[in-house]
Nanobody, 118 residues
Framework: QVQLVESGGGLVQAGGSLRLSCAAS????????MGWYRQASGKQRELVAV???????NYKDSVKGRFTISRDNAKNTVYLQMSSLKSEDTAVYYC????????????WGQGTQVTVSS
């Protein structure tokens, strides 16, 4: 069974930093696009950042210049370095692994809470 396990969430003051990690198991990690999504209370889940299997990255406009996504294929882990955090970054952050071949394979982690106090 595929597992994505997030860690690194917590409570931080505005302007602070956090690094989220997502460790994957039972998938060929290097073949998957890896993304970080977030869902704030009462809102829909949204894409924050993605790093493709080839290493290309893309970010939600509001986090550009503040967040950095990276992957370590040797460790089957994807990271999200978050800096200059704002109260509006408060959400549950989810890791996603996706691969599109004939069909789309998509797996989710359980989520980690990030709370930014102002």
């Amino acid at each position: 069974q595929v597992q994505l396990v997030e860690s690194g969430g917590g409570l931080v003051q505005a302007g602070g930093s956090l690094r989220l990690s997502c460790a994957a198991s039972r998938i060929t990690f290097s073949l998957y696009n890896m993304g970080w999504y977030r869902q704030a209370s009462g809102k829909q889940r949204e894409l924050v950042a993605v790093v493709t299997e080839s290493g290309s990255t893309n970010y939600k406009d509001s986090v550009k210049g503040r967040f950095t996504i990276s992957r370590d294929n040797a460790k089957n882990t994807v990271y999200l370095q978050m800096s200059s955090l704002k109260s509006e970054d408060t959400a549950v952050y989810y890791c996603n692994a996706e691969r599109r071949v004939v069909t789309t394979q998509s797996f989710w982690g359980q989520g980690t809470q990030v709370t930014v106090s102002s």
